[in-house]
């Protein structure tokens, strides 16, 4: 027994082979995985370039190479998820015979830690650009025809711009494009689009260049990245999300996982902190939502209301928590995710914890 475990070892790093048609490239990839599924596979084809990453747990397979030969656009990517098997097929540009892949790049055929590589950009043009309320806008970019990746829920990609001359580099948390109300409609999951929800600051370097983009222009998205585990959900029955201004961003995917995919959740509570009513996004569809689906329910918390606002107020307090973060059930299994301004956040979990919750039942999303 031991042996055999000692030699498996070795055997899990992946492996890749290659053959050809008249008109076609075959790359398989052997991932020693029985869970594949598309969010653990990312590939892209540039010009002659081919690039394709297996994220295994905490590690990635790289295939990178210059390929030996033009290629079309599109490509197709197979997954045999039992199996473990990653099969990239690409059309040759001419119907010659390749005498070899192409030429190694420098991180071909290896398998490391998933964080010593360095992040991988690939440019993505802006469709559209859509107002969610007075300062925040949903921007929909769109993967090139030779790029397959699907950000994981609870991840985030960087968008990169050169800003006077410099390369600047910030994190967003894809949303969905709208919340889905009736969960018997295939989401909207087309793996041809990034949907990012993202505040524009009047004094903000970044999100000022961002809004200057127009339609049909292009900006560099990394692959994805982020430690939450969506097993944190798997076993969960009650999900408590406390979300700060766009620290929605993240919750947005989970609400959404947790009501869709995960049987034992009972109920997902959002809690969410604004400054104004002006502020919440997508208000109307949580309170559509709320109203569609029982175990969903939304509280709006405004620490700068207006007088005529009847609902809650103020910040994060440990009386707040009290209030609206509560087990069902002496030992119901909970989740609690938080995210917002990194005070909202730290402040949240210390009062979490001062509540008696642990350290397993409590994710914040930081940088
Ligand atoms: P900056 O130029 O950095 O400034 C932003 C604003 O804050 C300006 O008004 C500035 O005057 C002020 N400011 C700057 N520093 C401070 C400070 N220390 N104290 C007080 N005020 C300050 N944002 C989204 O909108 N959507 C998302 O989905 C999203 N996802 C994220 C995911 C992660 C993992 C992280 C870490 C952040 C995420 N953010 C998201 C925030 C985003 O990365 C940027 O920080 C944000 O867009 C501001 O960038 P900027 O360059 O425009 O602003
Ligand atoms: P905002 O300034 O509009 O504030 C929203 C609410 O956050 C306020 O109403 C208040 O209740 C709370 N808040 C703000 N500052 C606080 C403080 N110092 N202490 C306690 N509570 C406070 O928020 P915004 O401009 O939308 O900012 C959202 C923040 O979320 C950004 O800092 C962004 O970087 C962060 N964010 C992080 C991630 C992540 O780490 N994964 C994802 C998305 C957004």
Redesign the pocket.
Known sequence: ERKVLGASAKDLTPSYDWFQTDSLITIVIYTKQKNMNAELVIVDCQEKRLRGEIIVDEHSYLVEVDLDHAVQEDMAVNISEKVGKVEITLKKKDKINWKTLGRPLESHNTFVKHSDRGLFYRKCKLVSKVEVTHDTKLFCLMLPKSTRLHVPTGQ?VYLKQIIAGTEVVK???PVLPFLPLDFKEPSHRDGEHIYLMI?I?SCGLFTQALDHLQIGDYISVSSPE?NFKKSQVQTSEDVFLLA???????MVKLMNFALTQVSCVRTVKLIF???TED?ILWRNQLEQLALKDERFEVQF????PTKDWVGKQ???SPSLLSEFVKRNRKDSKVLICI???????E?GVEYLKDLGYSQEEIHA???
Do not use: E, R, V, W
Not at 339 to 345: D, N, Q
């Open positions: 985030h994190p967003y948390t505040k600051y982020g700060a201004g766009t620290g929605f961003t993240p902190f604004n400054k502020d918390i405004l620490s700068q103020g910040k994060i995210c917002g301004p990194t005070p909202f956040t402040q999303f930081t940088a």
